[in-house]
């Protein structure tokens, strides 16, 4: 390569890294918070220091230290998913510098650069290194753990040593994985470094100092390891899990990324790299370098298959201090290629790194459901949810994001049993199944609400019948979305059913119109949407799909606006006989609609036919007209 190549590619590598890092960004950024995510948040709310450490204690094996550090940030920059994960992004940030000095200092700058472009571009990474969670901090502690060891072996200075037990202690009160990274650094320090009394127990002494910093933590870990049950969604201990770990934590494309392992595999350090032909400090000349960031990954794995055979721990993500030293080994086969090969690899990883996003999972849809009730939520209305794995991280996404925290006596967990681990705060009303008490408690909290939120996941009907038979009664159905993204939650919004309906008109045989109201009145303006509610009644189970279409004519009789389409809440098919309903819509007044007064009217037709229902007065008489007269608008200029 010639000297004018050299700062060109330096350049296209530089540019490559800043696209991938700013583009992975907002790209992840603002995606659903995950449970861990909203737990964290929702302690930044309510929690201190100390009680955030007390909790930790008691409802697991993961240490403090990171928690803590995600409550005061969540106190400093707010709720937001985008304002909480710039933490991350600045842990991710911090891993890609010390990544390129790790890479440097082994071998070249350039190797240190592709090193830094190729963690910066693994897609495992750029998923979890932009989560509130402790992953990137762990990543971050890796690095930072390996580049200081590596400088005070070469120079036992005081700042160096200083630097790694600082780092092994954030690193240990990050993620209990760190152990295991700890434990594997150990090891390769006995293979790969000469043994000389004076540097081994000056080693000893560091790795001690990093271990004394966690007893204060070690009865909740013991505790955790000892009494609690294995987690749920750890991986077993076999060859599936290992292919798991190895797709997970490769390069895009993963046959670059296969191809660069195995040449790094097959590739000794060569002279271009040497920085002294001899040494007194390590063995195997000078491939200790590429065994340095080979062993360490090798030994944690290893050391996380043996524990998981006796206390499931292993998911993917708790190895994602795996992917600093990989990525730097990954990066020493890149710089042994030729520059054209070399070229050609980075460019083949850009493309999908700068265009392809991998989601490892979306979180929970809670956004979805606070905009879901946000325009109509009141502080006094109700809360019944069921069917959802773990009600707690929904509850607090509620409790922090709707405009007034909801009253917890006022929400209802339906299928979930009374006794609750410390999960930041207790939640009230749970109820495993519908007992008699239960029932009564329920239809006591309804007394005077005037709304109803109804969430759930899988459903049990055997379960929640009983409580809608009890909602039903006198509530109606307002409205109704879902939303999918790791799981699937339906949402509905029940009103009160006021006491002063009566028939306005009857449409057909089954559908009854009992009231109507436009809470903007009937002065509007062009281009305005008109809100319009009106509630119906079945007077018999209807058999088919009808619309409602609401029809603004003018004086000559001619439709000038209509908002046509099926109602709300439930379809007309699922109306039960005797049942109210309940459905908002708005109509869009036309822009250039001259000013006037125009006849509201409204009727109902077929979905699937399109043919009107006739329409009759409430003694049973016909109107004359599949249309309502309901009332005049006048448009304003």
Not at 290 to 297: D, I
Not at 356 to 382: K, N, W
Not at 398 to 414: C, G, Q, S
Not at 437 to 450: I, M, R, T, V, Y
Request: charged share 15%.
């Amino acid at each position: 390569m010639t000297r004018l190549e050299r700062p060109a590619v330096m350049l296209i590598a530089v540019l490559l890294i800043l696209a991938s890092v700013t583009i992975s960004t907002v790209r992840f950024h603002d995606r659903n918070y995950f449970r861990d995510e909203i737990n964290t948040v929702h302690a930044g709310v309510t929690l201190n220091a100390a009680e955030t450490t007390r909790w930790m204690a008691q409802s697991g094996i993961h240490p403090a230290g990171w928690r803590v550090l995600g409550v005061y940030w969540v106190k400093l920059v707010g709720l937001t998913e985008g304002a909480t994960r710039w933490l991350s992004a600045l842990c991710t940030m911090l891993t890609l510098a010390l990544v390129y000095r790790l890479g440097a200092d082994l071998f070249d700058r350039r190797t240190g650069l592709y090193a830094l472009f190729l963690l910066g571009t693994v897609p495992f990474a750029l998923f979890y290194m932009y989560e509130l969670r402790p992953y990137p901090m762990l990543a971050l502690t890796t690095a930072g753990l390996l580049l200081s060891f590596l400088r005070w072996v070469h120079r036992p200075r005081f700042s160096y040593a200083l630097l790694f037990v600082l780092f092994g202690m954030a690193a240990l009160q990050t993620h209990y994985f760190a152990a295991y990274i700890l434990a594997g650094l150990a090891l390769t320090f006995v293979i790969v470094v000469r043994w000389e009394r004076g540097r081994y127990l000056r080693a000893f002494g560091l790795f001690a100092a990093i271990a004394l910093s966690f007893t204060a933590w070690l009865p909740s870990v013991i505790h955790g390891l000892f009494f609690r049950g294995p987690r749920g969604y750890t991986l077993p201990t076999n060859w599936d899990t290992l292919a798991m770990v190895h797709d997970e934590l490769q390069l895009a494309p993963p046959a670059l990324g296969q191809l660069l392992l195995l040449f790094a595999l097959l590739t000794p350090v060569g002279a271009h790299y040497a920085r002294r032909k001899e040494s007194r400090v390590f063995h195997f000349g000078e491939e200790w370098r590429k065994g340095y960031v080979l062993l360490v990954p090798l030994f944690t794995l290893v050391i996380a298959f043996a524990i998981n055979t006796w206390k499931g721990s292993i998911t993917t993500r708790n190895l994602i201090g795996l992917l600093p030293p990989l990525a730097v080994l990954l990066a020493f086969a890149l710089r042994r290629m030729p520059w054209r090969a070399q070229m050609a690899i980075v460019a083949l990883i850009a493309l999908p790194a700068l265009t392809d996003f991998r989601y490892y999972r979306e979180g929970l849809p809670s956004r979805q459901i606070v905009s879901f009730m946000m325009p109509h939520y009141q502080p006094d209305d109700r809360f019944l949810i069921t069917g959802i794995h773990d009600p707690r991280p929904l509850a607090f996404y509620l409790f922090d994001r709707l405009p007034t925290r909801p009253d917890k006596h006022n929400m209802f967990y339906i299928g979930y049993p009374t006794f609750q681990l410390q999960r930041i705060e207790h939640l009230e009303n749970l109820i495993l199944t519908p007992e008699p008490g239960a029932l009564a408690d329920f239809a006591e909290s309804l007394a005077g609400a005037q709304r109803l939120w109804y969430v759930y996941g899988n459903e049990d009907r055997d379960l929640i019948d009983p409580f809608l038979d009890i909602l039903q009664a006198d509530f109606a159905l307002y409205r109704a979305d879902l939303a999918t993204t790791d799981a699937t939650y339906y949402f509905r919004e029940y009103r009160r059913v006021p006491g002063d309906l009566r028939d306005a008109a009857h449409f057909g045989e089954a559908i009854s119109l009992q009231g109507w109201h436009l809470p903007d009145g009937v002065s509007v303006r062009a281009c305005q949407d008109v809100p319009f509610e009106s509630w119906w009644r079945a007077l018999d189970a209807p058999s088919a799909d009808l619309g409602i279409g609401l029809v603004l004519a003018d004086a000559s009789g001619q439709g000038v606006a209509k908002a046509d389409a099926g109602p709300s809440g439930a379809r007309t098919i699922g109306w039960a006989a005797g049942t109210y309903h309940l459905d908002g819509r708005a109509l869009a007044v036309p822009c250039d609609l001259p000013p006037g007064d125009y006849s509201l009217l409204i009727g109902l037709h077929d979905l699937v036919t399109a043919e009107a229902l006739p329409a009759f007065a409430p003694d049973g008489a016909p109107t004359g007209s599949n249309l309502v007269y309901l009332t005049t608008l006048t448009v304003t200029p």
